[in-house]
């Protein structure tokens, strides 16, 4: 981002206030499966996505100690594709994320123990035709902590639904990733100007400890 799209940006008056937390908060993790974070799969293999998951691992034992939900989510689609939509004229190799194969397991690196939720969904948001927004709602959830993949497209649309919906959103920058470091730079920086927050695990870890020091 050069410092003239920067300026444009502060001009127009984007990005002059913080959604910050509100009373209660959730760990939504997006897509951190085995399609996306084994090499050896056709949309796996980045770096950042790696480095995301050992992050998110260390955020999600923060969130279990002060005790927030944490919901899943997969992408996974019928052997017949009527249920891909259109991507398969943009994405083709999502083909390969069929419902039942190792693909749609979430990464062994995270744990996913019996109370927490998993939900399947077909498009990027996470809460487009899934039971999102009715399970936060009906656990009290303000304000929802993203992390997943990928930045550029399931991180942004997901954030996007978040804040329209009237949440405060918050994306921990070093829990989400992408296949391109460009695209995953711009997206945060434009999350951060329009819709959320985007927020180190540090500053994560310190709004939850003072939480669990609370209580």
């Known amino acids: ?27 939504l993790v997006v897509d951190f499966q085995k399609a996306f974070t084994y090499s050896e799969s056709p949309l ?14 260390d955020l999600l034992s923060i969130a279990r100690e002060v005790d927030i939900p944490i919901i899943f989510t997969v992408v996974g689609y019928r052997e017949d594709q009527q249920d891909m939509g259109l991507w398969p004229l943009k994405v083709k190799t999502l083909s390969t994320v069929k419902l039942g194969s190792k693909w749609v397991e979430i990464d062994e690196e995270l744990e996913v123990l ?17 039971d999102l927004i009715n399970i936060l709602i009906s656990q009290g959830v303000d304000t929802v902590i993203i992390t997943g993949c990928t930045t ?22 070093e829990c989400v990733g992408d296949q391109g470091l460009a695209p995953h730079r711009a997206n945060l ?14 500053e994560i870890f310190n709004h939850l400890t003072e939480k669990l020091l609370k209580q």
């Open 1 to 27: 981002m050069s410092t003239e799209q920067f300026d444009a940006y502060q001009k127009a008056g984007y990005g002059q206030g913080n959604v910050g937390f509100g009373k209660k908060a959730a760990i």
């Open 44 to 57: 796996g293999g980045s770096p950042l996505i790696t480095a995301a998951v050992k992050k998110t691992k």
């Open 114 to 130: 019996e109370k927490d939720i998993v939900l399947t969904k077909k498009m990027p948001s996470a809460f487009f035709n899934t």
């Open 152 to 173: 550029s497209g399931c991180i942004r649309a997901t954030a996007v639904d978040s804040f329209s919906y009237g949440f405060r959103t918050i994306i921990a920058e």
């Open 189 to 202: 920086f434009d999350i951060n100007n329009r819709y959320g927050d985007v927020l180190s695990n540090k």
